[in-house]
Structure formats: structure tokens, C-alpha cells
């Protein structure tokens, strides 16, 4: 388990590296600083979220969109990985925000929405996709059938507002890694205790 965990986050990574080297070649650097504020606000604030959003959709819904399938924690509404997927997934939400390769001209809101929240739909099914073929079996898998419990479109709001948080609040956190990593450490512990 352990190798396909290692190969799952090298390929996760290689898309990265991929970008950053297109940006370096147009004579843009990255600021790591900011990216591994991003990481860490993401590894902790993506399983909380998850947790949080899971009550709510289950208050209107009433039943679960999603579940995990590796490494399923809190009864598959979260996985024990969370804290690296979410802090990748921050890490590409900073890359999209703040290091595209084509700018967004138009800031229409509605625009901004669907890049926004299509950029993670997008990352997730790869993610996914990726997932099944190493673990042979979804990562997460999506009760809503609409894309063949991939993913699923009636997430697209709450993508878009976590799209957001983890921008407002990885730029706060910013140069405040003590503060970030305190922060990450409590509720990471307080999530794998319950």
C-alpha cells in the first residue's frame, strides 16, 4: 500500500512541475513560501470542510453524496490521506489562482465561477481516475450518477466556495507558518482521534 501511496502522489505531482517549468520559461517565479501556505492550510481545512459540508448535504438531501473508498475514515467521509490530497489540491487551487499559464481576461463573476469550480472538477476526475488505476477502485465514489459516480456536478457550489476559502485564507495564513502549522496539527489530531 505504501508504494502505490508514493507513486499515487508522484503522479499527482508531476502536473506541478510540469507548470512551474512553462512558468519559469515565460520568466515567472513561484513563490514557495506562499505555495507551502496553501499546503498546509489545505491539509487540514479540505478534511474539516469535508466533514462540515457532509452534515449539511445530508440535512438537505438527506443522504451522503459521496463516499471514500481508500482509506475511508469517519465512515467514508473522509480518508486518512486527506491532509496530503487537500494540501496537493491547495497547492494546484494556488497554481490556478496565481500562476496561470492564460490569464482569465474576463471577470465576469459567473465566469470566474465556472473556471473556478470546472478547474476542480477537472482535477478531481483525474485525481479519481488516477486513483482507480493504482488502487484499483474509486477513491471517492459519487452516489449522484450524473458523471458515473466519478464526480458529480451538484458539488460545483460548494467546490467553487472552498475554491475561495483556501485562497482568502492561504493568503492570510502567509508568512504565518508557526501559526498555520499549530492550527494544522490541532485539528488533524482532533480529526484521526474521533
Known amino acids: ?50 466533514l462540515f459540508l457532509f452534515k449539511i448535504i445530508e440535512w438537505i438531501f438527506k443522504e451522503p453524496i459521496w463516499q471514500y473508498r481508500v482509506m475511508p475514515i469517519h465512515d467514508g467521509i473522509t480518508s486518512s490521506f486527506g491532509p496530503i490530497m487537500w494540501g496537493i489540491s491547495a497547492v494546484y487551487i494556488c497554481f490556478h489562482k496565481n ?31 488516477v486513483a482507480y488505476l493504482i488502487f484499483n477502485n474509486y477513491y471517492f465514489y459519487y452516489f449522484v450518477p450524473d458523471l458515473n459516480h466519478w464526480s458529480s456536478f ?15 485564507y492561504s493568503t492570510v495564513m502567509y508568512k ?14 482532533v480529526l484521526y482521534s474521533y
Open 99 to 129: 500562476y496561470q499559464l492564460l490569464k482569465i481576461k474576463n471577470k465576469n463573476p459567473l465566469v470566474l465561477f465556472l473556471s473556478e469550480s470546472f478547474f476542480l472538477l477537472i482535477l478531481e476526475l483525474i485525481f479519481n481516475f
Open 176 to 189: 504565518e507558518e508557526k501559526l498555520n502549522i499549530a492550527i494544522a496539527i490541532i485539528i488533524l489530531v
Open 1 to 50: 500500500m505504501v508504494t502505490k501511496i508514493l507513486i499515487f502522489i508522484i503522479i499527482q505531482l508531476v502536473p506541478l512541475f510540469v507548470w512551474r517549468n512553462l512558468l519559469n520559461r515565460k520568466g515567472i517565479t513561484v513563490d514557495y513560501r506562499l505555495i507551502l501556505s496553501y499546503f498546509i492550510f489545505g491539509s487540514w481545512f479540505g478534511m474539516m470542510g469535508e
Open 154 to 168: 451538484t458539488n460545483l457550489p460548494f467546490w467553487w466556495m472552498g475554491y475561495k476559502a483556501i485562497v482568502k
